[in-house]
């Protein structure tokens, strides 16, 4: 079935700094969904991506859908400490979001003050 | 809008009793589905429904998983017998058009 490779796993950073993570796939996806957790809570949308090659921003947050279809980045400006949380990658299984969602392991974000 | 609202938050039994979790969707989402996230193997996808219907339940782990929608509002997912390794966090999402999908809390059930 179809995978979503995020990296890094983790990452430990100084408040301050700008944050990225990408994910991968050896799939073609149509969409591709950014959600953050925070911990004891769901998943919360950050970005949503539909057209290859889209740059999206959110705030400080900055999500691009890869000409291939095949990856995309998100990236944070000027890290706070309520980033911290799981970032996750995620797209439709088929193509169409009836059929659910395939999720990235994830990106753990973790500032130090 | 209240969300999606999942209930129990928090389930501790003990291996061999049966377990309920709750789900309201988010109220006109006709699609709703049902997650499990470990640390080994992330989000999976365990069940969906659309329009109340069972459509996918290929990820659901056995025959001691069932999930049921009786109406548009609520949904409940239920493991009996429980076991230890069933022990997660579950998540139930609901959805109205296109892709995007709305999370509830999630309940974090303990299997002893």
């Known amino acids: 079935g179809q995978q979503l490779n995020q990296s890094p796993q983790s990452m430990f950073i100084q408040e301050g700094e700008d944050v990225s993570m990408n994910c991968t796939s050896s799939?073609?996806?149509?969409?591709w969904l950014w959600y953050k957790q925070e911990p004891g809570e769901g998943p919360v949308l950050l970005i949503a991506l539909y057209k290859a090659g889209e740059l999206t921003s959110n705030g400080r947050l900055t999500a691009q859908f890869g000409i291939t279809r095949k990856d995309s980045f998100l990236n944070i400006s000027a890290s706070i400490p309520s980033d911290v949380g799981i970032y996750f990658c995620a797209g439709p299984r088929s193509g169409g979001g009836a059929d659910g969602l395939t999720f990235g392991k994830g990106t753990h974000l973790i500032i130090q003050p | 809008d209240a969300g999606v609202i999942q209930s129990p938050r928090h389930e501790v039994t003990e291996m061999g009793q049966e377990v309920t979790l709750r789900c309201k969707p988010i109220?006109?989402?006709?699609?709703l589905f049902w997650y499990r996230q470990t640390m080994m193997r992330g989000l999976e996808l365990l069940i969906y429904?659309?329009?109340?219907?069972?459509?996918?339940d290929s990820g659901m782990p056995e025959d001691r998983f069932s999930a049921k929608m009786p109406n548009a509002s609520f949904s409940t997912l239920k493991i009996q017998p429980s076991e230890p390794r069933d022990s997660a966090v579950y998540f139930c999402a609901s959805r109205d058009r296109g892709d995007i999908q709305y999370f509830g809390a999630g309940t974090r059930l303990s299997v002893l």
């Open positions: 799939s073609i996806f149509n969409t």
């Open positions: 109220s006109g989402h006709n699609s």
């Open positions: 429904f659309n329009n109340n219907v069972p459509i996918d």
